[in-house]
């Protein structure tokens, strides 16, 4: 059974810093780009970064570029977010994807997601 399992989200003041984690199981993830998506309440899911399997090709949404940091651990399935200068527009629950290929567009994967939250 494949799991996305989050965590690392909290609450956390204007200016501060969270790292997500995002532990991958189930199966093998090779050839798979991990992600994060994220969504406030009445609004849609919304891309904020993702990383393919060698790491060479990483994307963030504009709202977060400069300011957030993705990467992976192969050998431990897990993809990791670095948040930075959070501010509250950042607020809301952080999902993991995962999707066969070198970009997520249609995930074949959802984790259980994690709140972050911030303060202003």
């Known amino acids: 059974q494949v799991q996305l399992a989050e965590s690392g989200g909290g609450l956390v003041q204007a200016g501060g810093s969270l790292r997500l984690s995002c532990a991958a199981s189930g199966r093998a993830f090779i050839g798979y780009v991990l992600g994060w998506f994220r969504q406030t309440p009445g609004k849609e899911r919304e891309f904020v970064a993702s990383?393919?399997?060698?790491?060479?090709?990483?994307k963030f949404a504009d709202s977060v570029k400069g300011r957030f940091t993705i990467s992976r651990d192969n050998s431990k399935n897990t993809v990791y977010l670095q948040m930075s200068r959070l501010n509250p527009e950042d607020t809301a629950t952080y999902y993991c994807?995962?999707?066969?290929?070198?970009?997520?567009?249609?995930?074949?994967?959802w984790g259980q997601g994690t709140q972050v939250t911030v303060s202003s």
């Open positions: 990383i393919n399997w060698s790491g060479g090709n990483i």
């Open positions: 994807a995962a999707e066969y290929g070198v970009v997520i567009i249609t995930p074949e994967y």
